[in-house]
């Protein structure tokens, strides 16, 4: 089962190790002003993909950003999202 964490704006993430010692968070930000919401999505979704260094640890590089269009919840997408790319990278989850 996928550990969906909250940050501390209450927006849903995942971590998980990628690879051995390879780490990575997705999560859904909620841009209310419309100026950073560069794809002018329905309602501000996006699915952000950054490395971090170890779980619980900030972002290591520059996060990737993804609009959503679906109306899948935020946790039915971070799940698929994650479940997606380690399936296709053969990656195995916990």
């Known amino acids: 089962m996928i550990n969906i964490q909250r940050d501390t704006l209450g927006q849903p993430f995942i971590e998980w190790e990628q690879a051995p010692g390879g780490y ?5 930000q909620h841009r209310t002003d419309p100026v950073r919401d560069w794809a002018n999505t329905p309602d501000g979704r996006y699915l952000n993909v950054v490395r971090i260094e170890r779980l619980g640890a900030g972002p290591a590089g ?12 935020d946790e039915q997408i971070l799940e698929a999202f994650v479940a997606s790319v380690s399936a296709i990278t053969g990656c195995r989850l916990p």
């Open 62 to 73: 520059n996060a990737t950003d993804f609009p959503i269009y679906s109306t899948l919840s």
């Open 24 to 28: 990575k968070r997705a999560w859904i």
